[in-house]
Structure formats: C-alpha cells, structure tokens
C-alpha cells in the first residue's frame, strides 16, 4: 500500500451466495486515486515559492552590484587614477547646484504641505486626549524618520536621477565616453565620481532643508487654524529629538544618494547601440531607484522597531 502517494486502499468484503447456502467471504481492493487538483494546487505554491526566492536573491545581488559599482568608483579616483582637483571641482560644483539649489521651490511647497497636515492632524487629534505633549514624537517620528528621507530621495530620483542616466546616455552614444579613454582619461574618475558625490552632498542639503521648512514652516500654517504656541511647540520637538534620529537621518539620506547616484551612472554608461536606448536607461534607473531607496528604508525601519522590541 502506497502511504506516500496518498493511495488508499478500501477493502471491500461482500457476501456471495451458494446454491448449498454456504457462506463465502471474497476480499476485493478497490483503489482510488490521487486527486489531480491537490497537485494542481501543489504545483502553484511551489511554482511561487521558487519565483519569490528568485526576485529576493536578484534583489540582494543588484544591492550587492550597486555598492561595490560605488566601491570601484571611489577606489580608482583616490587611490588608483586621482584626477586633479580642478578637473572634478566644476562637475561637483554643477551636480550640487543642479541637485539642492534648483530643487528648493519644490521642495518648499511639499515640505509645507507635509509639515502643515502633520501638525494639524497630530495636534487635533491629541487635543481630544489632552496629550499634546506626544506631538513632538510623531513628528519627529514622521518627519525626520521616515517621510524626510524618502520624500527627498523620491524627488532628487526624479530630477537628478533622471538627468545623469540621460546624460551619461547621450555621452555614451556620442562616443565621448570612449573619446576620454583614449585621452588617458578615466570616466570613473572624470564623470562618475563628481556626480555621486555632487548628488550625495546636495541629497543631505536639501533633506536638511526639508526638515527645517516641514517642522517650522508646519507650525506657521497650523497656527493660523488653532492655538499652538511657538514655545511649547520648540520645547515639545527638543525633548522627542535625539542624536539617534539625527545620525539616522543622515545615514539614510547618505544611503539614498549612493544609491540613487551609483545607479543612475551604471544604467547610463550601459547604453551602446544608439540614442534609442537613452529613455529606456532612464526609466530602468528610475524604477530600480525607487524600489531600492524604499527596501533599504523599510529595511532600516524593521532594524529600528526590532532592536525597540527586543
């Protein structure tokens, strides 16, 4: 009897007459078999259950590729093929300019318009408690945590990121990129570099930027519709504010423009057949961005709740 494959085994025991009226007794299996929908069923969780831990394996070799792109940048321009400095100074300066100064008009109004609902919506709902004084964590919570970082880094991926994919695109395509190699150039250390580093610097400055605006410029607008003062207020966010959200909001926004940066300049450089290919490294830099930036976030919050609860 076949136990493993679910076989079951009926013994069926029936009475059969005889014309000398003896009893006999006759033992007849009846089999039946196995149900081809439970394999059905059986087949399909396996089916995703292995593509599941393919995307899971895809996604931390594609984490892995993006560091060390980062890794190979920085170690070919400071230890291997260190350029002068007047030669990046330009490019830096121009990626920082173009990735925090022209930003600041949009990210004003976001940073208000977020600060503003979190400010009213916290400060009418804990009225009705009377624990107004746990408006500083939830801020803090919310704003420096985790709507700052990623709402900065979303913006920068759809400015900045798109540009230098863009770009590093059409120098791929104009054979620029290849005219620096035969220069004795290195395009890591020449293009890459400066737009990384340029990228992070503006990505800090202009997360920085959006706490300030979203805190203070929150309490501004909320004022107007209900009785906040300035000074509970400020006492309220030192108190919830610790050197552990400072350090982490830096490290996420560090993060953010490594990975936003390392990215952008990869899928750029990977264009090679002609400009056709130019929208498409844009929108695969685009994508791949916003998913990273938001795992490693989720990633960094589930340490934090973790590491609260143990």
Known sequence: ??????TVLVWHLFFQGSPSHKKSYQVQPLILRKDPYEEGELSVVLTLVDDLGKRVLDFFRHGV???LFFYLTTRQTLFLNWPSFKTILHVLVSQI??????ALPLMTFIALAVGSIVVMQSNAQLSFFGSQEMMGNILVVTIVREVGPLLTALIVIARSGTAVASELGNMQVNREIEGLRMMGIEPL???VFPRIMGGIIGLMCLAFYFNTVALLGGFLVASFVSELT???YVEVISFALSTEDFFLNIFKNILGGIIIFSIACEEGLKV????HEVPIATTNSVVSAIVTVMAFNLGLTGLMFARDFL
């Open 230 to 232: 300035f000074s509970f």
């Open 65 to 67: 590729r993006i560091f």
């Open 272 to 275: 090679s057949s002609g400009p």
């Open 97 to 102: 300019y173009f990735t925090g100064v022209l």
């Open 189 to 191: 250390s020449y293009v």
């Open 1 to 6: 009897m076949d136990i493993n494959g679910r």
